[in-house]
């Protein structure tokens, strides 16, 4: 049996929901996915699933991906010192996904998600966007903070599963939690997993598969779904 559908397999057999209808098609609007970036971001965390997600876009014209910055357009230093031209500002309006990347822990002062976490105006805008809300690694941490994650299931890197717990999440061990509008991830790596799952989700298997397959990468671990 192939390690994909061993995975599905598994995940079914736990009671878990590995795939999801989609819910675009080509008479609809194409769904609109901001990730945003911001200085002392983890490159990983948002170039995974702008890749990912911008490929759908190219094999089909069903979704539209753009970097974003949390104010102005800029060029910001990520965590590893790549430098990248953002060349829009968040517009929460306008996105039907908003993807959130870490950027280190919050315990450490110089890291991107403590600066992130210390601007208050973003933060308060962040609690406000009504766009699905997702997380990949310590990202999930700057939703915490915003009050998408109290009460519900999520999970994050695990350095910081404890702090999320305590912060009034349900941490659910799996590779992804999608608790519909929040769909957050496990570490770094991890925001391939998530972004192939939101290419599942709303545009089929198909689509997820043929992205596997280019990318040759196969999903790891299961998606924890709330249904």
Known sequence: MERRTFLRASALSAGVMATGAPIASASQSPLRVQVLVYEGAEELDFVA?????????????????SLVST?????????????????????????????????GFANQPASGLAR???????????????????????GVMALSAAGFTRGRPATTHAGAKADLAAQGATVINARVVDDGNLVTCG????????AIWLVERYLGVQLANRIETVMEYERR?????NT
């Not at 309006?93 to 990347?101: E, G, I, K, T």
């Not at 570490?187 to 998530?194: C, E, V, Y």
């Not at 671990?221 to 779904?225: F, H, I, K, Y």
């Open 49 to 65: 699933p702008f890749d990912v997600l911008s490929m759908a876009g190219h094999m089909s014209d069903r979704i539209r991906t």
């Open 221 to 225: 671990g299961t998606v924890w779904r």
């Open 116 to 138: 992130l976490l210390a601007d208050k105006a973003f933060m308060r805008r962040l609690a406000e966007v009504k766009a699905v809300m997702v997380g990949v690694c310590t």
């Open 71 to 103: 104010g102005r357009p800029t060029t910001i230093t990520a965590s590893k010192g790549m430098r990248i031209d953002v060349p829009r500002g968040w517009s929460p309006q306008d996105a039907d996904v908003l993807v959130v990347p870490g950027g």
């Open 187 to 194: 570490g770094i790596t991890s925001g391939l997993d998530a």
